[in-house]
């Protein structure tokens, strides 16, 4: 299981959680969902305390990847699979995303 804090403009929106290949799960931070100020982190998201769950990455997420020759070379320079939507994810999406949302990795040594 792999899991992510999900960023809105540096503020920890949410968390996104790879279950299994074919498990996805996205939930709101309790206290992001609780501030009124702090707005959806997408159409497809609306803020809510259920957890929102796929069987494929989300689109939202998947959207934030590369594409073709790009993608390849984000592979082999981080030593990915090519079919990892999700490891990809967590090795591209840190910072200088296009738009307000960023995906960080927890890892055990936090």
């Known amino acids: 299981m792999r899991v992510a804090e999900v960023y809105r403009n540096g503020v920890l929106a ?3 959680t790879e279950e299994s290949p ?3 799960v996205f939930c709101y931070d309790d206290k992001y969902f609780s501030d009124i100020s702090k707005p959806d982190i ?20 998947f959207n934030m990847l ?4 790009n993608r390849l070379v984000q592979c082999r320079n981080f ?5 990892d939507d999700f490891g990809l994810l967590l090795a ?12 960080k990795a927890i890892t055990n040594d936090e």
């Open 66 to 69: 590369s594409e073709g020759v």
């Open 14 to 16: 949410g968390l996104l």
């Open 92 to 103: 591209t999406a840190q910072n200088d995303t296009i738009g307000a949302i960023t995906v």
């Open 42 to 61: 997408s159409l497809t998201f609306p803020k809510s305390q259920k957890e929102y769950r796929s069987r494929f990455l989300f689109a939202f997420f």
């Open 22 to 24: 074919e498990s996805f």
């Open 79 to 83: 030593k990915i699979d090519e079919n």
